[in-house]
């Protein structure tokens, strides 16, 4: 089993700017995030642009499937905002590549006290060497097949449709 | 689904006292940690004594056991101490409770700098939920079958035999 | 000796709304900080509205002053912005009061990684006890008085003018 | 002015070494701690061997009188060890070398949650800077003169005599 991590941004991997005050992208948090977690399973990151989910386009969607086809493994880990993880699911899903896919994400910045992102990184990363192919969404402890899943934006969590 | 997380103390627990300068325990940071993860599977938190694993005795893994047998739940996480985790591991597996139970733990304490626990915790919640009934420990990103893990104590990391 | 901190805002005590994404206020960190610091000597806080320093008006200024002439204590440190700390160190210092204020921030939030909130507090709290009656504003390690500090934006750091 | 630091272990700057599980020493953080500080005035730090204060013998005070003689500052902060603490105070308070020297340490590791050192070690660079020549304990946010400190280690505070 090899495992590869697709960093696209969103509030996972968002950093706290202090000469402007705004909490945007820098360089992604994901390796030093791997190396805190000690994963010895061998892992593959990939650092695509990084996108609050709010922006991000249909080509930037494509580029996201288009890394999940030239991977040579079987699990893919996708951080991405959680904004419109759903719709990146969606893309992904429909693409039926045969592989197991799981986006994830974080309610609070991993840089931020009491972040979500350490816990929805390793609930992403064991699911996905254990489930069946297919596209899944992992937030809140919880794991949704890509095409029964939605943000409660009230709430500010994950549930079936 | 329904999840019972069950601490037992380990280094994944251990606390500070900054009066006598020990790494002990005292109350478990399970509470807090599960509001933390903002779980939406419902979780049952079952707190036996604290104990360092090297410490544990038989009588100690009988009343893991136990806990185990009496859950309603059929998806169980153990927090356990990394030294013995293989022995309860295959206290457990023994009992073939039809039940799929995870044990993990971390290398270091939750609340010290670096931590792993909030991320193996994600992993063996994951896992939990869509592992066939068995008993399994989830280390370094890795989930394990009960009777082919060890701990390799000069590498810090979990391995198969 | 007694110390009065008055809270103001700032980015010191910005708060994550993980339901919005956005940084902004919400109840001050102050008392748990203040609870972190072990501080024996009594201390008192006023908690005013929480503003970013870019927002402060002469009505808020006032209030501050207000806040400094009624209180009890000769030692008073203030938790405000970084834009306009100079600003209000003015109206404070021009109001000649009799008293040592010392008025403090972070270049980054206190619950963001890295912060620079509690070091800078401790500055603060230092000095407000040992200098003598006077306005100045501490921040990165240094106190000015308040009549030549100004904020170097492009460095993100305090200087003489 | 310039400012010198010097490290001497202590709960401040201990480490948890995740293979033995023993909280002991490694490299100081004390270079990461003064980038974090994002202090402006010029720092020189002194890394000596890093000590529980319980195990320090003789020779080990003499070797920090020695730093403290041989620096060019005339404002030195000392890292040590909070339990022997006021002897090494004592040490340097009758040495009478004309600076003005700060010892302070913390009850919680910097890399432990809920520390107190970061406040501390402002607390001391802030008075070092403003008080006259002599030998000072910055703890609990206090400042104390080296022959009028004791630790009270049931209350696990700093107190006068």
Same mark, same amino acid.
């Given at each position: 089993?090899?495992? &590869?991590? =697709?960093?696209?941004?969103?509030?996972?991997?968002? @950093?706290?700017? !202090?000469?402007?005050?705004?909490?945007?992208?820098?360089?992604? @948090?994901?390796?030093?995030?791997?190396?805190?977690? &000690?994963?010895?399973?061998?892992? !593959?990151?990939?650092?695509?642009? +990084?996108?609050?989910?709010?922006?991000?386009?249909? %080509?930037?969607?494509? &580029?996201? +499937?288009?890394?999940?086809?030239?991977?040579?493994?079987?699990?893919?880990?996708?951080? @991405?905002?959680?904004?419109?993880? &759903? !719709?990146? *699911?969606?893309?992904?899903?429909? %693409?039926?590549?045969?592989?197991?896919?799981? $986006?994830?994400?974080?309610?609070?910045? /991993?840089?931020?006290?009491?972040?979500?992102?350490?816990?929805? $990184?390793?609930?992403?990363?064991?699911?996905?060497?254990?489930?069946?192919?297919?596209? /899944? =969404?992992?937030?809140?402890?919880?794991?949704?097949?890509?095409?029964?899943?939605?943000?409660?934006?009230? *709430?500010? =969590?994950?549930?079936?449709?």
């Amino acid at each position: 089993m090899t495992l &590869r991590i =697709v960093a696209t941004g969103g509030t996972f991997d968002k @950093h706290y700017n !202090e000469l402007t005050g705004v909490l945007g992208f820098s360089d992604s @948090h994901l390796p030093a995030v791997i190396a805190r977690t &000690r994963m010895t399973v061998p892992v !593959e990151l990939d650092v695509l642009p +990084l996108l609050d989910s709010l922006d991000m386009q249909d %080509a930037d969607r494509a &580029r996201v +499937l288009a890394a999940c086809q030239r991977a040579q493994e079987n699990a893919i880990v996708i951080i @991405h905002g959680t904004d419109t993880m &759903r !719709e990146t *699911a969606a893309v992904l899903g429909a %693409a039926n590549l045969g592989k197991t896919i799981v $986006l994830t994400g974080a309610m609070i910045p /991993y840089e931020i006290a009491n972040s979500d992102a350490l816990f929805n $990184l390793g609930v992403a990363v064991g699911v996905a060497q254990v489930l069946p192919a297919g596209v /899944y =969404v992992a937030m809140n402890g919880q794991v949704f097949p890509w095409d029964n899943v939605q943000k409660n934006k009230t *709430a500010g =969590v994950f549930q079936t449709l």
